[in-house]
């Protein structure tokens, strides 16, 4: 059963107040702590569970409990931070930091595409974050605009939701469970083949694939559909000319069907995408349209009033805007003659 809004959790340190949403297998939930700070909790699905033999609910169970330790070890500012883990009515739960922010996917839907050189600033911190949860040795699987979240006020990028995490030689789900449009072709298959196929090259695909997204505001075809059905995966670059050729290449060189012809890390990746160094976040700076304007108009003003020599530069941004508040006087008061 579900948890309901207001239920207790770990000695009354967390209360729930929202249900977040829901994956294959895991719900995750918004809390708050004993100081009234939001967290988020994720744990196994029991309604899932109890539908399962014991094989299959161990593996799952320590699948997650597994997740959680090596998800904890990656300290990494564009990774969610893991708060803690515990367990609560034999159910494992991992708690985690709350991101105030939006996800990229709905930034994406108001925007309808993302300028290449804001868009490759968040692949290179999802890219730098991946790097170091494939150090931890398992992958992230379940990459997309939804999954990378915004921070609120700046331009930091954090990867969330790893429910489909496990060790690159772990058994797959079928095809019905896969994320389309973003998933590599050997995610789809459990044979021991395609588990020997599955590496970093594997999420490089999801990576090149969202980026594909944020620069086009089209979900590209399916790697499903590619093999298949013989579908052709159109170039990024012809959904939108202003995509460099750099970066229209490196992206169909990450999605290329076999993972073998992928770049097979992703720094390696990044590379080819022209990204070498670190990247380095920044505050957004809101500046108001009229700031903006009268920042350039006082530039003009000193400069014409330099060239011109008419009027020093006072006067004439005085003519320009006057003062809002200017003394007042009779209404009779004709203007003094010069």
């Not at 670190?278 to 349209?289: A, V």
Request: charged share 25%; aromatic share 8%; proline share 5%.
């Amino acid at each position: 059963m579900a948890w309901v809004i207001g239920q207790k959790l770990h000695n009354n340190k967390y209360e729930i107040t929202k249900e977040l949403g829901r994956g294959r297998v895991a719900i995750t939930y918004l809390a708050v702590d004993s100081n009234g700070k939001k967290v988020v909790i994720k744990t196994l699905n029991p309604d899932i569970l109890n539908q399962l033999g014991d094989r299959d609910r161990n593996y799952l169970e320590s699948g997650f409990a597994d997740e959680s330790r090596k998800l904890a070890l990656c300290k990494h500012p564009n990774i969610v931070r893991v708060i803690e883990n515990f367990k609560h009515q034999q159910l494992d739960c991992m708690v985690m930091e709350y991101i105030d922010g939006d996800n990229l996917g709905n930034i994406l839907a108001s925007r309808r595409q993302i300028p290449e050189p804001e868009a490759l600033g968040y692949i290179q911190q999802i890219g730098q974050a991946l790097i170091e949860v494939h150090k931890q040795g398992f992958l992230h699987r379940d990459i997309k605009p939804e999954n990378i979240m915004l921070r609120k006020g700046t331009y930091q990028v954090v990867l969330i939701d790893f429910d489909l995490a496990r060790g690159f030689d772990s058994p797959l789900t079928s095809r019905g469970n896969r994320v389309d449009g973003f998933t590599a072709i050997e995610l789809y298959f459990n044979t021991a083949r395609s588990q020997q196929q599955r590496g970093a090259w594997t999420d490089v695909y999801s990576l090149a694939a969202t980026l594909y997204m944020l620069l086009t505001g089209e979900k590209p075809v399916s790697s499903c559909d590619r093999k298949d059905n013989n579908i052709g995966l159109k170039p990024p670059k012809e959904h939108n000319p202003d995509i460099s050729d750099r970066v229209n290449h490196a992206i169909i060189h990450g999605m290329e069907l076999e993972g073998e012809k992928r770049p097979q890390t992703v720094q390696e990746w990044l590379n080819k995408l022209g990204l070498k160094r670190k990247f380095s976040i920044s505050r957004i700076q809101k500046i108001p349209l009229w700031a903006r304007i009268i920042g350039i108009l006082s530039t003009l003003t000193i400069f014409a009033a330099l060239i011109s020599g008419v009027k020093d530069g006072r006067d004439l941004w005085k003519d320009l805007f006057p003062d809002a508040s200017p003394t007042p006087t009779n209404s009779t008061t004709k203007d003094t003659p010069k």
